[in-house]
């Protein structure tokens, strides 16, 4: 595990001139559960940091692998002078059975098509209930509310559903003249 | 046996011949025993479950179509009575039913070569105004609606528009209980009347989530449940209400949040034109 540095090719390419770009990769840091460090454990995950000398538009992460199974990139975006970390590939998988040997020595390229360019929507990340209860004193049951809430809405869903596009006969009407005499009179 | 029935008869006549032609006199002119065999074969055409509700109701249009005269109700409240049969949800019943409304409308209008036929305007816009009203509306609440689906007399309406109306006004008159339900679960006691904050943090709650308006079917439909979630509703209202304010604020009434929650569904059909 510790020599897969030196295995490592790593060559990162921009986007404007599809040329290498030059960085710096950190030893791979082991993620340790809590305090003390034992040698039997053999912890599964490891972390590499990149750093790029400056920002540039990443194209495509080309490397080698060395027997690691499952890959998550993610990168800090600078935008307006805030930095955002965002992940681009999350448990992307490198090799098909983590105990076999297939996919353990292969060359990977990832390209720009395979991160998602939007970041998660906004009402998703909101989904994980907020930590403090809220004080509900007095206030209405929320889960009555929501329950006729959301049944108002399928309503109005089905309502909207079977909207079609069909139009009035305006002048198919029993006893009335039909269209197309019109242009006799 | 026969001499005692006959008694009260022997009374007005002597002789049985007479009494006999009576009878059948009577029963000739009025024309009951065509009536009566009339009423039969349709029993047994339909085999309802309930013969005598079926005759009863059968007798019962006849005698309201002798006293009107005109067909035509009697086709609007028999087209009424099988659509009340089944609830929309019950898809298929329902779209059955409306089928067979339908057909009851469109007898007697000639089929025309250029489009067939349909029902007529004001029979349709009648149906439409007796199905809010069955279905529990009140004149002012379904006339926006109405307004907006409805057509004009003259207007031959086809099946598929005829469906959609008949199923927008069932479904309204559900939307609109649903909403009572709502106004009755955020107003604190029965006999006070509901908060106005808390009112329009819910209906801005359901306006949100009407709105949402991108991405595939699957998408909005999660988008939407995702903003009226428990958690969700409970945020809304808690940041409306802190917990220092106490029922001091001004209220809104039951009405006028009906009035609300029906402008949001009403904004949404789509005008008949």
């Given at each position: 595990?510790?020599?897969?540095i030196?295995?490592?090719?790593?060559?990162?390419?921009?986007?404007?001139?599809?040329?290498?770009?030059?960085?710096t990769?950190?030893?791979?840091?082991?993620?340790?559960?809590?305090?003390a460090?034992?040698?039997?454990?053999?912890p599964g995950?490891?972390?590499?940091?990149?750093?790029?000398a400056e920002?540039?538009?990443?194209?495509?992460?080309?490397?080698?692998?060395?027997?690691?199974?499952y890959?998550?990139v993610?990168?800090?975006r600078?935008?307006?002078?805030?930095a955002?970390?965002?992940?681009?590939?999350?448990?992307?998988?490198?090799m098909?059975?983590?105990?076999?040997?297939a996919?353990?020595?292969?060359y990977?390229?990832?390209?720009?098509?395979?991160?998602?360019e939007?970041?998660?929507?906004?009402?998703?990340?909101?989904?994980?209930?907020?930590?403090?209860?809220?004080?509900l004193?007095?206030?209405?049951d929320?889960?009555?509310?929501?329950?006729?809430?959301?049944?108002?809405?399928?309503?109005t869903?089905?309502?909207?559903?079977?909207?079609?596009?069909?139009?009035?006969?305006?002048?198919?009407v029993?006893?009335?003249?039909?269209?197309?005499l019109?242009?006799?009179? | 046996?026969a001499?005692?029935?006959r008694?009260?008869?022997?009374?007005?006549?002597?002789?049985?011949?007479?009494?006999?032609d009576?009878?059948?006199?009577?029963?000739?002119?009025?024309g009951?025993?065509?009536?009566?065999?009339?009423?039969l074969?349709k029993?047994?055409?339909?085999?309802?479950?309930?013969?005598?509700?079926?005759?009863?109701?059968?007798?019962?249009h006849?005698?309201?179509?002798a006293?009107?005269?005109?067909?035509?109700?009697?086709?609007?409240?028999?087209?009424?009575?099988?659509?009340?049969?089944?609830?929309?949800?019950?898809?298929s019943?329902?779209?059955n039913?409306?089928r067979?409304?339908?057909e009851?409308?469109?007898?007697?209008?000639p089929c025309?070569?250029?489009?067939?036929g349909?029902?007529r305007?004001?029979?349709?816009?009648?149906?439409?105004?007796?199905?809010?009203?069955?279905?529990?509306?009140?004149?002012?609440?379904?006339?926006p609606?109405?307004?907006?689906?409805?057509?004009?007399?003259?207007?031959?309406?086809p099946?598929?528009?005829?469906?959609?109306?008949v199923?927008t006004c069932?479904?309204f008159a559900?939307?609109?209980r649903?909403?009572?339900c709502?106004?009755?679960?955020?107003?604190s006691?029965?006999?006070?009347?509901?908060?106005?904050?808390?009112?329009?943090?819910?209906?801005?709650?359901?306006r949100?989530a009407?709105e949402?308006?991108?991405?595939?079917?699957?998408?909005?439909y999660?988008?939407?449940?995702?903003?009226?979630?428990?958690?969700?509703?409970?945020q809304a209202?808690?940041?409306v209400?802190?917990?220092?304010?106490?029922?001091d604020?001004?209220?809104?009434?039951?009405?006028?949040f009906?009035?609300?929650?029906?402008?949001?569904?009403?904004a949404?059909?789509?005008?008949?034109?």
């Open positions: 595990m510790y020599d897969m030196k295995q490592h090719r790593h060559v990162i390419r921009s986007i404007m001139s599809a040329k290498a770009v030059s960085c990769i950190k030893s791979p840091v082991a993620l340790q559960i809590g305090d460090v034992s040698d039997s454990s053999r995950v490891y972390i590499t940091d990149i750093n790029l920002p540039v538009n990443i194209q495509e992460i080309s490397f080698k692998n060395y027997y690691a199974a890959l998550t993610r990168l800090q600078r935008e307006d002078g805030s955002k970390w965002v992940t681009c590939l999350r448990n992307y998988c490198l098909s059975n983590p105990h076999a040997e996919g353990s020595h292969d990977f390229s990832i390209y720009r098509q395979q991160d998602s939007r970041d998660v929507p906004v009402w998703l990340s909101t989904l994980t209930p907020v930590d403090e209860p809220l004080d004193n007095g206030l209405p929320p889960e009555t509310v929501s329950s006729s809430i959301q049944q108002m809405w399928a309503l869903e089905i309502m909207q559903a079977s909207q079609t596009a069909a139009s009035i006969g305006r002048f198919d029993e006893g009335s003249y039909d269209v197309k019109l242009s006799y009179t | 046996m001499e005692k029935r008694a009260g008869v022997v009374i007005m006549s002597d002789s049985k011949s007479a009494a006999a009576g009878d059948q006199e009577f029963l000739s002119q009025a009951v025993s065509a009536l009566l065999r009339g009423a074969l029993l047994l055409e339909s085999r309802p479950e309930d013969p005598v509700g079926f005759l009863a109701e059968h007798f019962g006849l005698s309201s179509e006293d009107d005269g005109g067909a035509e109700h009697q086709s609007v409240s028999r087209a009424l009575w099988h659509l009340s049969l089944a609830h929309h949800s019950q898809r019943a329902f779209n039913n409306v067979v409304a339908y009851l409308l469109t007898q007697g209008v025309r070569v250029s489009g067939g349909g029902v305007g004001r029979l349709y816009s009648e149906m439409l105004r007796c199905l809010c009203s069955e279905g529990g509306l009140s004149g002012s609440t379904a006339a609606l109405l307004r907006r689906i409805q057509s004009h007399d003259y207007e031959a309406v099946f598929e528009l005829f469906r959609q109306g199923l069932a479904v559900d939307y609109i649903k909403s009572q709502l106004y009755a679960a955020v107003a006691a029965p006999d006070r009347p509901a908060e106005r904050t808390l009112c329009q943090a819910v209906l801005s709650t359901l949100e009407l949402t308006a991108d991405g595939t079917d699957v998408a909005r999660l988008e939407a449940s995702a903003k009226i979630s428990p958690a969700k509703v409970a209202m808690a940041e209400h802190p917990r220092a304010q106490l029922q604020g001004p209220t809104m009434d039951a009405q006028e009906e009035d609300a929650a029906a402008a949001l569904f009403i949404r059909v789509r005008i008949v034109t």
